[in-house]
Each structure stands twice: as C-alpha cells, then as structure tokens.
C-alpha cells in the first residue's frame, strides 16, 4: 500500500462500560481505542423519509494498513463524521483492511 494514499487521521472508537463509585455499571461510553492514516471514498448513498424526519445513509469504504484487532462493534471518527464498521475486509497479502462503513445522518422536518 502507498503511504501517499494514507493522508486522512481517522479515530478509531471502542465502546466500554463506565462504573459508578459502588462498582455497578452505569452505563457505555465510547472511548478513543486508536489513531490511524487512511485514505476513503464514498460508494453509494440514499435519502428518504421515515417518521417525519430526512434520513441520509451513505456507504464508505476506508482502507488502512492491516492490523488485526478491530471488530464491527467499533466505530470511526473523522473530524466531525461517526462512521459505523459494517464489515472488515483484509487483501490476500494482509498488508492492507478494507473497512466498510456506514454514515448515517437525521434531519428533522422543517429544519433546512
């Protein structure tokens, strides 16, 4: 993989439960898990209606060098962008993940 094509930081972001002072959990926090170069680009996307509101949904694909511990439960900030993981892919040579994603966006009614 060319590192040219790495010029974009993305966070990649892991839930974890956050205790109270007696040790029970309160409740999930997401939480900065790693901090990686990659390049992205947009696959396809759609608009639609759905309870009043203008829902967006578009698919990415972000590729980064390979690393083994990322998980579809994990998500991917970029700037001010959450993508959600859908699936990982790793090439042949595993020297480089496609991850597939999902940016989802909601307006409301009336709000342009």
């Not at 007696?22 to 639609?48: L, T």
């Not at 511990?69 to 900030?77: A, N, S």
Request: proline share 2%.
């Amino acid at each position: 993989m060319r590192s040219g094509l790495l010029r974009h930081r993305f966070i990649i972001q892991k839930q974890e439960t956050v205790y109270d002072r007696f040790g029970a959990p309160k409740n999930e926090e997401w939480v900065d898990y790693a901090k990686v170069w990659g390049s992205f680009e947009a696959m396809r996307g759609n608009e639609y209606w759905e309870t009043g509101e203008r829902q967006s949904r578009a698919v990415y694909r972000i590729k980064i060098r390979y690393r083994d511990d990322l998980t579809t439960l994990m998500r991917i900030v970029y700037k001010s962008q959450i993508f959600n993981i859908t699936a990982l892919l790793p090439d042949n040579t595993l020297t480089e993940l496609t991850v597939m994603c999902l940016l989802r966006s909601t307006e409301q009614e009336g709000t342009e």
